[in-house]
């Protein structure tokens, strides 16, 4: 499955690049992109684990910028 | 400016007056007030750099070392211990005025891109049960529904006319600013705009598959396709960063350990490394910069699927087109009439009043051609002759129209081939030879300043591939200038031919295959770049090419080489900018000729004026 969310607070352009190397380091997940410039993650992962996906997404990407969250 | 930024103007300004007060103060009167000096200045410090404090301890928590609120911290954490309160500050200070700058440009940019691209409409007229227009959202219409778009208003969806008439802007779509008309049975894509009349029009295709949402589908998933010095820029950067920060511990401990100088110096100096160990410039510009190409082209009406294509693009070497519907207009026209003894009209007439009853395409382009009604009371005893002509009685005469074989079977022996290219329909009159008409294919307009543009962008060459007969072909390539042609080809071997280019090729040099993306799928996927054109409607085209052209005009392939040539340029200027401030700053910050506000120039300043830089490939000259 492929979705694409919106960041909020993504404020660092270097930050965004880490967290699609993070991203597309968890298990499940296929392919992953952090757009810095539209602010939006774009993620294709392993439909019957996609929540649980997600969540460890949304971790990586709050230890590598803890402002920015991702609006599920 | 948003609510964030304007608070950080707020934090920049309160906490500059404080520290030039403190300054001057401290300047004035040379008070040495020990610990109390520190808390003053601390005053200041905490209010401009508090979030980065935080962000930085969060990021020790998370091991994440090397990001910038950490070498922030580190580096003016430093400036303190070396009782440099003030340039401490000021430093944390100059940071926070770059990032602010940094983040007005990358929201300036992504506004005017987004800008560029405003095609998406807001909301659907359609009639309720008394009539009434009312506003829906687009995605909210079902197919089959009538709509009603007024003068000044952006069509949402997808369909045919089924009353009005009217002028159509599809300036947005396709860049070309001379309006369409268009009239009741056409059919009408979503983003243009209504000019004059009103255009009822029944939806025939739903939001997400209309024309608007399949484009900016596709420009927005652009970004995930990265390019080559994206990618470049990634490996540089995770070493990059690791790379400096040990370069900054060996220049703070080993110089003072062999020279036994003091260790504060050093560590300043190393603390200036830290600052400019952030890749950030690179980071955000190089992909900004091919976003704003991206942007920019598709504001011509060229949509590029990824950075990596608009690359490939600068390096365009070898251009490869089909001939029919690419560099042809794909429709039959007459373009020669030949008579040998009647009138160049009445012959005309006579082939057209002859095929009157023929839907073939030859027909059509004669009967279009003449150009007036065929009166039928003029013509009988028709008689179709398969893979021949006609035969036909027209105002009492016998008359032949057809191939040479016709004239042969019938015994016209004037009967003689044409030095034209192109379908013959020789015609004769109670048995005697009145002259033929040439029909073929017309050249597209711009089709040949399409090619001196290409050879002016730097192409090498160009390459005809047509399943027509060679004559044809060769007619057509010598008009147009083209390098080379293959003519006689069946589908499958095109992929040969093209094979054969791509081994050909120089290697750094691309090569580009334009089509109309209906039959040439294969040839499209292949090539280093495939181009479809007129792909408007066309979802197999848009799938299929990595380069879409909205409408026919061979002129927007040289458009976007160059175009591509100058989103290279600008990506190449940013590297060099970037890595060449960043080089000699670390040099200069070793020997201690630059301090740390050349450091911190170096990373944000440098960022802003790369990200404006970026800015200008989104402008698009003709």
């Given at each position: ?5 919106k ?6 352009a ?12 968890i ?7 952090v ?38 | 400016?948003s ?10 300004i309160?906490?500059f ?29 905490l209010i ?5 404090l ?55 940019s992504?506004?005017?891109i ?41 069509v949402?969806?997808?369909g ?75 490996k540089?950067?995770?070493?990059y ?30 603390m ?38 608009l ?21 039959f026209?007459?373009?020669?009439v030949?008579?040998d ?16 009853y023929?839907?073939h ?10 150009g ?44 003689h ?19 033929h ?45 083209i390098?080379e ?38 040839v ?21 090419a ?32 970037a890595?060449?401030?960043?080089l000699l700053t670390?040099?200069?910050?070793a ?8 450091a911190?120039?170096a ?19 003709r």
């Amino acid at each position: 499955m492929k979705k694409v969310f919106k960041l909020e607070d993504l404020d660092c352009a270097n930050c965004a690049k880490k967290m699609e190397n993070a991203i597309n380091k968890i298990d499940g997940v296929e392919s992953a992109t952090v757009s810095f410039i539209s602010q939006k993650l774009t993620i294709t992962a392993d439909d019957a684990r996609f929540d649980e996906i997600m969540k460890k997404a949304a971790a990586e990407c709050k230890k590598i910028e803890p402002d920015c969250t991702i609006i599920m | 400016m948003s609510k964030k930024q304007k608070k950080m103007l707020a934090r920049i300004i309160i906490s500059f007056v404080i520290l030039i007060a403190e300054m001057i103060f401290f300047g004035v009167t040379k008070a040495d007030i020990g610990i109390w000096k520190l808390a003053l200045f601390l005053i200041p410090y905490l209010i401009i750099g508090y979030d980065i404090l935080r962000k930085a301890v969060l990021g020790i928590i998370h091991l994440q070392f090397f990001d910038e609120s950490f070498l922030m911290t580190v580096a003016t954490i430093g400036a303190f211990a070396t009782g440099e309160y003030a340039e401490g500050t000021a430093v944390m200070l100059f940071y926070q005025v770059g990032e602010l700058f940094q983040s007005c440009a990358v929201s300036k940019s992504r506004k005017s891109i987004s800008e560029l691209m405003d095609i998406r409409p807001d909301y659907a007229n359609i009639e309720d049960e008394n009539g009434k227009l009312i506003q829906v959202d687009p995605e909210e219409v079902e197919i089959g529904s009538v709509i009603t778009v007024k003068a000044g208003e952006k069509v949402p969806l997808d369909g045919v006319i089924i009353s009005g008439t009217s002028a159509v802007d599809t300036s947005a779509l396709t860049g070309e600013s001379i309006p369409r008309d268009v009239c009741e049975g056409g059919e009408i894509i979503s983003g243009c705009v209504n000019l004059t009349g009103i255009l009822k029009i029944r939806v025939t295709k739903e939001f997400g598959q209309s024309t608007v949402s399949k484009i900016l589908e596709l420009v927005e998933n652009s970004q995930e396709k990265k390019s080559k010095s994206e990618n470049f820029i990634s490996k540089f950067a995770r070493i990059y960063t690791p790379a400096v920060v040990i370069g900054a511990l060996l220049l703070a401990f080993i110089p003072p350990l062999l020279t036994g100088g003091e260790l504060g110096k050093w560590v300043y100096r190393a603390m200036t490394f830290l600052v400019i160990s952030c890749p950030c410039a690179l980071v955000i510009s190089i992909p900004l910069t091919f976003f704003s190409g991206i942007g920019g082209a598709s504001k011509a009406g060229i949509l590029i699927k990824g950075g990596n294509y608009l690359e490939a693009l600068a390096n365009a070497g070898v251009v490869v087109f089909d001939k029919t519907g690419t560099l042809t207009k794909g429709s039959f026209e007459v373009t020669a009439v030949h008579s040998d003894k009647m009138d160049k009209d009445a012959l005309l007439e006579t082939a057209a009043l002859a095929e009157m009853y023929s839907d073939h395409p030859i027909s059509l382009s004669l009967k279009r051609a003449w150009g007036k009604e065929c009166d039928s009371s003029r013509i009988e005893n028709v008689k179709e002759i398969a893979g021949h002509g006609v035969k036909a009685v027209i105002d009492g005469k016998i008359v032949l129209a057809g191939n040479m074989k016709l004239m042969k079977t019938e015994n016209i022996s004037e009967a003689h081939d044409c030095h034209h290219a192109g379908t013959a329909v020789h015609v004769a009159v109670n048995g005697e030879y009145m002259g033929h008409i040439i029909i073929s294919d017309a050249l597209k307009e711009g089709a040949k300043e399409a090619m001196e543009g290409l050879r002016n962008m730097g192409v090498r060459k160009t390459v005809m591939l047509t399943g027509d007969d060679r004559r044809v072909g060769e007619q057509c390539a010598k008009a147009l200038g083209i390098d080379e042609y293959h003519a006689e080809l069946l589908p499958a071997d095109k992929v040969d031919c093209v094979e054969k280019l791509l081994a050909e090729k120089p290697p750094k040099k691309t090569l580009i295959f334009v089509g109309d993306g209906i039959n040439d799928a294969p040839v499209l996927t292949r090539a280093d770049i495939g181009i479809a054109m007129g792909a408007m409607g066309s979802d197999a085209a848009i799938e299929a090419a990595d380069v879409v052209l909205l409408d026919d005009d061979p002129r927007k392939i040289p458009l976007a080489i160059k175009i591509a040539g100058k989103t290279a340029s600008i990506v190449r200027q940013n590297i060099v900018f970037a890595l060449g401030v960043k080089l000699l700053t670390l040099i200069l910050g070793a020997l201690g000729i630059a301090n740390m506000w050349a450091a911190v120039f170096a990373d944000v300043g440098v960022s802003v004026i790369a990200i404006l830089n970026a800015m200008r490939a989104m402008r698009v000259k003709r």
